[in-house]
């Protein structure tokens, strides 16, 4: 508000506007030059810890606030969604479950991917975060994305949150996450083939490190231990979750001297593939090989035969994470750092009894 000083002369009370610091003025308090005062306003990351208290202990000195920043929130609020990639079933479903919420809460979203070697540096080697931060954006939504360390602490300096859709690796305790029950749905799958009388059960999962491949690879486990089976090592392949990977992958556990008759094959892109390696090796499904996938995306239902597969509500995940995120940017606490939304196994034609 003005500064209303009280002399009055002439009848007349005289207002004057306290004057807004200037990045000089801070920069003076701190020690540092202007341009890096400009640095941490704009949460970059190539400053020293010891510099950013300074500057940030001039910064509430001062009660400096960048222009635009209003007490009250802004009629119409914008919040990123960025995603490793835009191609595909996945990321369609999760974007349009987000932006249903996010039309409903009245906040605009801005999607994009992240960018990697010669693409980003012919754009000045900005990453997402710079991206982010200089159009003010409000949160950020990311789809299975690794943020890395720097990252999150220049999104936390500049007092973004965030929200991160299925996780690659366990996120730090103050980063909230939106995932599936991936080991209860792999534990339904397994358990759906033993109930036909499959025995050699071959897992086709993504690559080890990641978090949701280990609790799927967890589940098939622990359903075939139930049942008193010994995974052999040879049983267990790991894949890229895309076609081609699901074909390489089956069509090797065609090759072994005892080959499963089931496949639980843990991304509905890699079982159209090792539908692939199955008919060029000259079986059938199910008649001859019985496959369960994950996912369900759109794909599932147009294969022939179509595909048993687990069910991710990939809808409602990115409307999840978009409801969380505007409880995180009112200032909420999370109620837990992990959401979790049920699966549900959805039998279709490529499984049978075994004989």
């Given at each position: 508000m003005p500064k209303i000083t009280g002399r009055a002369e002439s009848g007349f009370v005289t207002r004057t506007r306290t004057p807004?610091?200037?990045?000089?003025?801070?920069?003076?308090?701190?020690?540092?030059?202007?341009?890096?005062?400009?640095?941490?306003?704009?949460?970059?990351?190539d400053v020293s810890t010891d510099t950013r208290v300074k500057v940030d202990s001039a910064l509430r000195q001062h009660r400096y606030t960048r222009r635009g920043v209003s007490l009250s929130p802004p009629a119409v609020r914008a919040v990123d969604l960025v995603m490793s990639g835009l191609d595909g079933s996945w990321p369609a479903s999760v974007a349009s479950g987000l932006e249903a919420a996010a039309y409903e809460?009245?906040?605009?979203?801005?999607?994009?991917?992240?960018?990697?070697?010669?693409?980003?540096?012919?754009?000045?080697?900005?990453?997402?975060?710079?991206?982010?931060?200089?159009?003010?954006?409000?949160?950020?939504?990311?789809?299975?994305?690794?943020?890395?360390?720097?990252?999150?602490?220049?999104?936390?300096?500049?007092?973004?949150?965030?929200?991160?859709?299925?996780?690659?690796?366990?996120?730090?305790?103050?980063?909230?996450?939106?995932?599936?029950?991936?080991?209860?749905?792999a534990y339904e799958a397994t358990t759906h083939l033993l109930d036909r009388g499959h025995r050699r059960i071959a897992l086709v999962t993504g690559p080890?490190?990641?978090?949701?491949?280990?609790?799927?690879?967890?589940?098939?486990?622990?359903?075939?231990?139930?049942?008193?089976?010994?995974?052999?090592?040879?049983?267990?392949?790991?894949?890229?979750?895309?076609?081609?990977?699901?074909?390489?992958?089956?069509?090797?556990?065609?090759?072994?001297?005892?080959?499963?008759?089931?496949?639980?094959?843990?991304?509905?892109?890699?079982?159209?593939?090792?539908?692939?390696?199955?008919?060029?090796?000259?079986?059938?499904?199910?008649?001859?090989?019985?496959?369960?996938?994950?996912?369900?995306?759109?794909?599932?239902?147009?294969?022939s035969p179509a595909l048993t597969t687990v069910r991710q509500p990939l809808k409602d995940m990115g409307g999840s994470a978009l409801r969380t995120l505007l409880r995180l940017m009112n200032g909420d606490e999370p109620e837990s750092p992990r959401v979790e939304l049920a699966t549900t196994l959805v039998v279709r034609d490529s499984t049978a009894h075994r004989d």
């Open positions: 807004r610091p200037t990045l000089a003025q801070i920069a003076e308090t701190a020690g540092v030059s202007i341009s890096t005062v400009s640095k941490v306003l704009n949460g970059r990351d809460a009245g906040v605009h979203v801005v999607i994009s991917k992240t960018r990697s070697g010669a693409s980003a540096n012919n754009h000045g080697a900005q990453d997402w975060v710079d991206r982010v931060v200089e159009r003010g954006s409000a949160g950020v939504v990311l789809g299975l994305i690794e943020p890395a360390p720097d990252q999150l602490t220049r999104l936390r300096q500049a007092q973004i949150p965030i929200v991160v859709i299925d996780p690659l690796s366990d996120p730090p305790p103050d980063v909230v996450s939106v995932g599936t029950t991936n080991w209860a749905g080890p490190h990641h978090l949701y491949a280990r609790a799927r690879t967890a589940g098939y486990r622990s359903a075939m231990a139930a049942a008193g089976i010994d995974v052999e090592p040879a049983m267990i392949r790991y894949g890229t979750y895309d076609r081609a990977s699901g074909a390489e992958q089956v069509r090797a556990l065609c090759e072994l001297p005892e080959p499963p008759t089931a496949l639980f094959i843990c991304s509905d892109h890699m079982a159209i593939g090792g539908y692939e390696a199955l008919a060029a090796a000259g079986l059938r499904v199910p008649e001859d090989v019985s496959v369960v996938g994950f996912d369900d995306l759109p794909e599932a239902r147009w294969v």
